[in-house]
């Protein structure tokens, strides 16, 4: 028989590894690659290098999308030297999955590398100081995947604990945040390095009625975070205390939004009823999250750090929400200068609602000192966390 220790020494022992205070992004950082294209110029652009410009209905519909779709600009790994060394891209019936792959594969760790050094670079504290790194992106399924290479092309120590997760779409980098939060209030002195990273050529395909939304969306990226918690160092400066983190679930959305791998490359599927479902519930939603604080009287007394899915999807949020003009104004932004970056999106509406506090032009400065940060996933699922800015000089 083992021997038995009293509940108060396992009692002990727990309470001692975990942080003494509420968990805080110390850092963000962000990459994108050099191929940038113009929004209006998009259209053109892809029907070239696709080879479908005999597609007028479906050009013109392109366009159409393009020119509602809010976006001015948006960044690719992939280019048209690329798609055109590679026309299994463009012909389904071809397998392509295993050189989309390697091209992603490839081409992840660099991106996210250089997002992290600009979080590290921040953070103030040498990146061997990293206890653990956690990898989000719905653009490779490999194992050891690109947490492995980011790892090595960081400096971190081999035994950083290091998690990897896929698929999660839009919301994958609001769930990493929320892995981040628990692992650094649980482990005493632990700093996390986050990463949300995207290079969609998994997902680039020729036109189809189903493909055209998503190819007028998606563009390639990386965001990363350090998160910690207790004991700051002299160096350390907090951005957002993340005080609360929540999941739900919308009944009946199962079919709505999914993310397939196949042989072809990556698929999305994405509801036409998706904007009205996420108005719908939206509330009822982030109900339950902001009433322990006493914020769910207000909305429009809060900031709002949401992942722009798009367009339709930031409709919603405000109506379904009741917020008032420009309470969305860092995700419209960001959708405006980057496109929709999956799991990277949400630590550049992160950066940019930084920014707008400490800006000088009164238009655009944002003063709430509580906030939510706010994602979609597939299922639907709704990711939720509130969270405080950590310039107000406040901690409750």
Request: contains cysteine; positive net charge; hydrophobic residues 45%.
């Given at each position: 028989?083992?021997?038995?220790?009293?509940?108060?020494?396992?009692?002990?022992v727990r309470?001692?590894?975990r942080?003494?205070?509420?968990?805080?992004?110390?850092?963000l950082?962000?990459s994108?690659?050099?191929?940038c294209?113009r929004?209006?110029?998009?259209?053109?652009?892809y029907?070239?290098?696709?080879?479908?410009?005999?597609?007028?209905q479906?050009?013109?519909k392109m366009?159409?999308?393009?020119?509602?779709?809010?976006?001015?600009?948006?960044?690719?790994?992939?280019?048209?030297?690329?798609i055109g060394g590679?026309?299994?891209f463009?012909?389904?019936a071809?397998p392509s999955?295993?050189?989309?792959?390697?091209?992603t594969?490839a081409?992840?760790?660099?991106?996210?590398?250089?997002?992290?050094?600009?979080?590290?670079a921040?953070?103030?504290?040498?990146?061997?100081?990293?206890?653990h790194?956690?990898?989000?992106t719905?653009?490779?399924?490999?194992?050891?995947?690109?947490?492995?290479?980011?790892?090595?092309?960081?400096?971190?120590?081999?035994?950083?604990h290091?998690?990897m997760?896929?698929?999660h779409?839009?919301a994958?980098g609001?769930v990493a945040?929320r892995?981040?939060k628990d692992?650094a209030?649980?482990?005493?002195?632990?700093r996390v390095?986050?990463?949300g990273?995207?290079?969609?050529?998994?997902?680039?395909?020729g036109?189809?009625?189903?493909?055209?939304l998503a190819?007028a969306l998606?563009?390639?990226?990386?965001?990363a975070?350090?998160?910690?918690?207790?004991?700051?160092s002299?160096?350390?400066?907090p951005?957002f205390?993340?005080v609360?983190?929540?999941?739900?679930t919308?009944?009946?959305?199962?079919?709505?939004?999914?993310i397939?791998?196949?042989?072809s490359?990556?698929h999305?599927?994405i509801?036409?009823e998706?904007?009205?479902?996420?108005?719908?519930s939206?509330k009822?939603?982030l109900?339950?999250?902001?009433a322990?604080?006493?914020?769910?009287?207000?909305?429009?007394?809060l900031?709002?750090?949401?992942?722009?899915?798009?367009?339709?999807i930031l409709?919603?949020?405000?109506?379904?929400?009741?917020?008032?003009p420009?309470?969305l104004a860092?995700?419209?932004r960001?959708?405006?200068?980057?496109?929709?970056?999956l799991?990277a999106?949400?630590?550049?509406?992160?950066?940019?609602m930084r920014?707008?506090?400490?800006?000088?032009?009164?238009?655009e400065?944002?003063?709430?000192?509580?906030?939510?940060?706010?994602?979609?996933?597939p299922?639907i699922t709704v990711?939720?966390?509130?969270?405080?800015?950590?310039?107000t000089?406040?901690?409750?």
């Amino acid at each position: 028989m083992g021997t038995s220790r009293p509940v108060t020494v396992l009692e002990g022992v727990r309470c001692g590894q975990r942080a003494n205070g509420t968990a805080a992004v110390l850092a963000l950082g962000t990459s994108n690659p050099a191929n940038c294209v113009r929004q209006d110029k998009y259209a053109d652009w892809y029907f070239r290098v696709t080879k479908s410009d005999h597609l007028a209905q479906l050009k013109d519909k392109m366009k159409r999308i393009c020119e509602k779709s809010g976006i001015a600009k948006r960044y690719f790994y992939h280019t048209k030297e690329m798609i055109g060394g590679h026309p299994e891209f463009l012909d389904r019936a071809l397998p392509s999955l295993r050189t989309r792959l390697g091209i992603t594969t490839a081409a992840m760790p660099e991106l996210a590398a250089a997002a992290a050094r600009k979080a590290i670079a921040e953070w103030g504290r040498p990146a061997a100081d990293i206890t653990h790194l956690v990898v989000s992106t719905s653009s490779g399924v490999s194992s050891p995947g690109a947490d492995v290479r980011l790892a090595a092309l960081l400096g971190l120590r081999p035994t950083v604990h290091r998690i990897m997760h896929c698929l999660h779409g839009c919301a994958g980098g609001s769930v990493a945040l929320r892995l981040a939060k628990d692992l650094a209030e649980n482990n005493l002195g632990a700093r996390v390095l986050v990463v949300g990273v995207e290079a969609t050529a998994l997902a680039f395909r020729g036109p189809d009625l189903d493909a055209l939304l998503a190819m007028a969306l998606f563009g390639d990226g990386a965001g990363a975070a350090v998160v910690g918690a207790g004991p700051m160092s002299s160096v350390e400066r907090p951005v957002f205390r993340m005080v609360l983190a929540s999941q739900a679930t919308l009944q009946g959305t199962d079919n709505a939004v999914g993310i397939k791998v196949t042989e072809s490359g990556l698929h999305f599927k994405i509801s036409p009823e998706m904007p009205k479902m996420v108005r719908d519930s939206i509330k009822g939603c982030l109900a339950d999250t902001l009433a322990p604080f006493g914020l769910a009287s207000d909305l429009n007394g809060l900031f709002w750090a949401a992942v722009p899915a798009s367009p339709a999807i930031l409709g919603s949020y405000q109506t379904g929400l009741g917020l008032e003009p420009g309470k969305l104004a860092a995700s419209q932004r960001v959708l405006c200068e980057y496109g929709n970056m999956l799991a990277a999106t949400i630590f550049f509406v992160l950066d940019e609602m930084r920014c707008r506090r400490g800006s000088g032009n009164k238009e655009e400065r944002e003063n709430c000192e509580w906030g939510v940060m706010l994602a979609m996933g597939p299922g639907i699922t709704v990711e939720m966390m509130v969270l405080q800015a950590a310039d107000t000089g406040k901690e409750d």
